[in-house]
């Protein structure tokens, strides 16, 4: 690729060490992170081939998916999660593999620790088995989840074959008004565009109401760019992404630091790129978004009615609302607002970070939360912890009722015990609200911090901007 290029093709284009016509390219690979999840069948596999890990100085590992919650002091009492943690552990260990396991200070969800420790750089090509890598595009790397026969390849090799994805620009223009947030950008996006509307692409995302968001927004942007379809999603950097990597722990340092920042200043698409696709958002027009079915592109305006299935002209998809309805026990035609909720769930890659956090305290500051609801915060990472309890936050949080937890995916992905029982509602900041995704009969609906955090107040699906 030559000429003008896209941010993409840019990262791309640095990271190629073998192409060959009609065939997936070689490209090397930055950063691996790693978890106890999808990584014991690769470590193993290395170990039946009797190889070693090429890179363990670009590997970092986290336990994240099936820890508890609850007091990190007592043992793992669910017999699969404390061996996956345990096999991370010593594979980690034999290996020479960096981990944050559940004991470490910077212990927290993949996708939040990357980017907060300054692992995750601009125009990095970073990987990990896992669909929520597309987060770290947020400070301009190239960023995607692998298959656990890559995760074994690039543990191997430090590389990985790869076709390039086509580009698509979403350009959100104009500002977002009060109450509403990041979360609905992305929840406006995949609505419009559908959970196979990204399909192939690396989405880029520009604009205005873009550049307006700090990182951590950002990063909300980009985590659901996979819900979209997409490979990956990725924001220029800028002084906002500069500033937020100053200083933190793997960033560069001193004249390195200078010297990263003019290669980093080059990495913005160029005038004149041409995507393969573009759409355009209004920026001033979106509301607080919700998603009402068992896809993220089933979703409205908090306030809109959930769409009727005879309005919808392909039978496929007619089919597959009429059978979100039924599992969710939702009638077409009302608006969400006002059904009642019977978990909130404030955490997960997407919405777990200091500012969301910050976002719900203060919503929830000098209020009580429901009676009928149960509210869990969980934050993502060690650090936001502590960042959150120097802040006052969990006081904030129990004074009003809710649950204040350990770091780790928790109830996103209810590996860990963390569930809804079947038939209850919650309103979760998490990215996927799959039949079953918080617990098997669960119902998930997906919204903001903020539109969480007002829902747990009053029982009931709340449009945020009602208590502002
Ligand atoms: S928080 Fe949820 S989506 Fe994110 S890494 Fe954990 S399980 Fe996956």
């Known amino acids: 690729m030559s000429g ?48 070693k890990v090429r890179r363990p100085d670009l590997t970092i590992a986290t336990t994240d998916h099936s820890i508890p919650t609850t007091d990190r002091s007592l043992p793992i009492i669910d017999p699969i999660a404390a061996n996956q943690v345990a096999q991370l552990e010593k594979n980690c260990r034999d290996l020479g593999i960096t981990h944050y396991g559940v004991h470490s200070s910077h212990q927290g969800i993949v996708h939040v620790i990357g980017p907060e420790l300054g692992l995750t750089q601009p125009g990095m090509t970073v990987v990990c088995g896992d669909s929520h890598t597309a987060t770290h595009g947020a400070v301009g790397a190239l960023a995607f989840g692998i298959g ?9 090799t430090q590389c990985l074959l790869q076709r390039p994805s086509k580009t698509f620009r979403v350009q959100v223009n104009g500002a977002l008004k009060t109450g509403v947030t990041a979360k609905d950008i992305i929840l406006a996006l995949i609505a419009q565009i559908g959970i196979g509307g990204g399909t192939g692409c690396v989405l880029e995302y520009a604009g205005p109401a873009i550049r307006a968001l700090d990182m951590e927004g950002r990063m909300t942007v980009c985590n659901m760019s996979i819900e979209a379809g997409a490979r990956a999603g990725m924001i220029a950097p800028d002084d906002t992404t500069f500033q937020y990597l100053h200083g933190r722990h793997f960033a560069p340092k001193g004249a390195d630091w200078d010297a990263a920042v003019t290669r980093w200043r080059k990495l913005p698409t160029d005038d004149g790129a041409k995507f393969d696709r573009e759409v ?15 896809n993220p592109g089933m979703g409205v305006s908090i306030n809109k009615p959930i769409p009727e299935p005879a309005s ?48 719900a305290a203060e919503i929830l500051k000098g209020r009580k939360v429901n009676p009928n ?58 990215n996927r609200n799959f039949e079953g995704r918080q617990g098997k009969g669960g119902r998930t609906f997906l919204a903001s911090p903020l539109t969480a955090a007002a829902s747990a107040i009053t029982g009931v699906v709340t449009d945020v901007r009602s208590l502002l």
Not at 148 to 156: C, Q
Not at 280 to 294: F, Q, R, S, Y
Not at 403 to 418: F, L, Q, T, V
Request: a negative charge; proline letters at 5%; one cysteine or more.
């Open 4 to 51: 003008n290029l896209t941010l993409s093709q840019k990262v791309w284009n640095a990271h190629i060490v073998h192409e060959e016509q009609g065939a997936p390219s070689l490209i090397y690979i930055d950063l691996h992170l790693v978890h106890e999840v999808t990584s014991p069948q690769a470590f193993q596999g290395l170990r039946d081939r009797g190889l």
């Open 373 to 430: 609801v149960r509210v869990m915060v969980v934050p993502g990472s060690m650090e936001v912890k502590r960042q959150a309890e120097a802040e006052g936050l969990p006081e904030i949080f129990r004074a009003a009722g809710c649950d204040w937890r350990e770091p780790g995916c928790s109830m996103c992905i209810a590996m860990n015990g963390d569930q809804l029982q079947p038939g209850q509602y919650s309103v979760s900041t998490s």
């Open 312 to 359: 919808v002209s392909d039978p496929l998809e007619r089919e597959s609302l009429t059978k979100a309805l039924a599992y969710m026990g939702l009638e077409a035609g009302k608006p969400l607002a006002g059904h009642a909720v019977n978990v909130v769930f404030i955490g997960s890659c997407t919405n777990s970070r200091i500012s969301d956090l910050r976002s």
């Open 148 to 156: 656990t026969s890559e995760v074994e390849n690039v543990l191997a």
């Open 280 to 294: 355009i958002i209004n920026g001033d027009a979106l509301e607080p978004m919700i998603t009402w079915g068992t």
